[in-house]
């Protein structure tokens, strides 16, 4: 059999999330951070992302990872984030998929009880914390790149839906976040396309009015991606709420076209900026968790470590935990024949 490419990768899922992590068949990326060969394969091999993530490989609420050779010579092993429509610098649920990967499959060794081990992500590097069992990893902690909100209750106007009150704020990815009662929505899965309707045309509206920069990285822009939030229904939760994983750009002139997919977690990163918008509202302190969930009803658990500055920015450094399961080992093939080498996209599913 002729294959242009083949391509193995391990299947996994953090908390309801798919994160697939390329473990074979990559070419060299070229850079002196993890964040430079990021960029580098964005340039010069985007055709991957597009193969792993469009059909029929791919869905349009599925992650994939790439392993890669760190440069800080502190970090055990480096990982490179594709979403639909960018290259993540940052992602709790991939991080946590990226570490079951790593270790399960021995590619970095498992000490029992607990693993600690220090990732390089685009963002920066991570130290992790892994509980360990019988050759499982039964849970996933991390302490996060620093988070800080730059913008809290700023009036938006919204294509479709009219001024609702956001807050923006990073957390390893640049959110837009607004309570899901100014849409007239509950944040369920459910509720899915609406809510993803509503999250695509507020992140485009804040896109446009509400531009950010990080001012550690001029190349980390935003926003990129969006929340609703809600009251917790569970007593063992702190909140709720549902992020919008884009798969186009949102079109004003349709804003009942579906331009992206729920996030089946509760979103890793969403839930540190979320600890951050809390923490400059005065309502989370430094030592206290907080237990978020996702549209599935699975939780993520965040808790605020200590506080820092970025650039002008009151910032904290979060702690985010969760669980990730293996489902699977795949290899990718591409025929010379086939006449979707980069994968497709169709309007019933894909907007």
């Not at 490179?80 to 990226?98: D, F, H, K, L, R």
Request: hydrophobic residues 40%; glycine residues 12%; proline residues 8%.
């Amino acid at each position: 059999m002729k294959m242009a490419r083949m391509i193995t990768a391990v299947e996994a899922h953090a908390e309801g999330e798919g994160g697939r992590v390329i473990t074979g068949g990559m070419p060299h990326l070229k850079g002196n951070s993890v964040f430079e060969k990021m960029q580098y394969m964005q340039r010069h091999h985007d055709d991957i992302r597009l193969l792993m993530l469009r059909e029929p490989r791919g869905n349009p609420a599925l992650c994939c990872n790439v392993i890669v050779p760190p440069c800080d010579p502190t970090a055990d092993a480096g990982f490179i984030i594709m979403e639909q429509t960018e290259y993540a610098p940052m992602s709790g649920s991939n991080a946590i998929c990226v570490t079951t990967v790593l270790l399960e499959t021995g590619i970095v060794p498992m000490v029992e009880p607990v693993t600690t081990l220090r990732l390089e992500a685009p963002a920066g590097v991570i130290e992790v914390k892994a509980t360990c069992k019988d050759g499982k990893v039964e849970r996933v902690e991390f302490m996060n790149v620093p988070a800080f909100a730059a913008h809290i209750g700023v009036p938006l106007d919204v294509a479709g839906f009219g001024h609702v009150s956001v807050d923006i704020a990073w957390g390893g990815m640049w959110f837009v976040m607004a309570d899901a009662a100014q849409f007239g929505l509950d944040p369920t899965a459910e509720n899915g396309g609406a809510v993803v309707r509503a999250i695509e045309a507020m992140r485009d509206a804040a896109a446009q009015q509400y531009p950010v920069v990080h001012p550690d990285n001029p190349d980390l822009t935003g926003p990129t991606i969006g929340a609703l939030t809600a009251p917790p229904t569970d007593p063992a939760t702190h909140g709720r709420g549902a992020i919008s994983v884009s798969s186009g750009a949102f079109d004003p002139a349709r804003p009942e076209a579906l331009t992206g997919a729920l996030d089946r977690s509760p979103c890793g990163t969403g839930t540190c900026a979320k600890l951050a918008v809390l923490h400059a509202k005065g309502l989370l302190g430094v030592g206290e968790d907080y237990v978020n969930a996702g549209p599935l009803g699975t939780t993520f658990t965040g808790r605020v470590e200590r506080v820092t500055k970025v650039g002008p920015y009151d910032a904290i450094v979060p702690s985010l935990s969760g669980r990730g399961w293996i489902h699977g080992v795949s290899q990718w093939m591409v025929d010379p024949t086939d006449p979707f080498p980069q994968g497709y996209t169709v309007g019933d599913i894909w907007g």
